[in-house]
């Protein structure tokens, strides 16, 4: 005869399943002005994403998560690099797209010295989240680069994406 630990432990395999972690979106009212903001160029994403780190002295990479009609659900400040550079993996960006349920992205880093010009790893990592968003079914519409001259630059209109 099985002791009681035995045969609890074996009547387990007949129980039911439980999930060890479960991820639910809260939505929330928001006050944010991106609520439902609409991006229908880049001059819109330029816009949106120099209102919140044009200014910065580093480079910040800005993910603008949006819905199917192109609508801004959320803004995840992804990356916090130094004054030229930031070290940005897919991991991150994906991430806060897969937890807001996003159709779509557009990246956005502002370039603290002014100039919006496109570097090598910019390019670079524009075409490695490109690729990350195919797998997953998270389209990159473009990645803009931002300034607090209020020039910008974007990707997809440079043919990088």
């Known amino acids: 005869m099985k002791n009681k630990k035995e045969k609890e432990f074996g009547e387990m395999e007949f129980m039911s399943i ?3 972690v479960r ?19 880049p001059e819109d994403a330029q816009k949106l994403a120099a209102s919140y780190i044009a200014d910065e002295d580093r480079e910040v990479l800005l993910v603008l998560m949006l819905n199917t009609k192109n609508q801004v659900v ?19 960006v994906m991430k806060c797209a ?12 502002q370039h603290p010295s002014g100039d919006p ?19 997953l079914g998270i389209e990159v ?3 803009v ?8 630059v ?7 994406l």
């Open 18 to 20: 439980f999930e060890v």
């Open 117 to 135: 010009t496109p570097s090598r790893e910019d390019i670079d990592i524009t075409k490695r989240l490109a690729e990350a968003g195919k797998i």
């Open 98 to 109: 897969i937890l807001n349920n996003a159709a779509s992205i557009i990246v956005s880093h």
């Open 74 to 92: 959320g803004l995840h400040r992804a990356h916090i690099g130094s004054l030229n550079a930031s070290i940005v993996h897919p991991r991150e």
């Open 145 to 152: 680069i931002v300034t607090h001259t209020g020039k910008h």
């Open 23 to 41: 991820i639910k979106q809260e939505i929330k009212e928001s006050q944010e002005p991106f609520v439902k903001y609409s991006i229908r160029s």
């Open 141 to 143: 519409l473009d990645h």
């Open 154 to 160: 974007s990707l997809r209109e440079k043919g990088h």
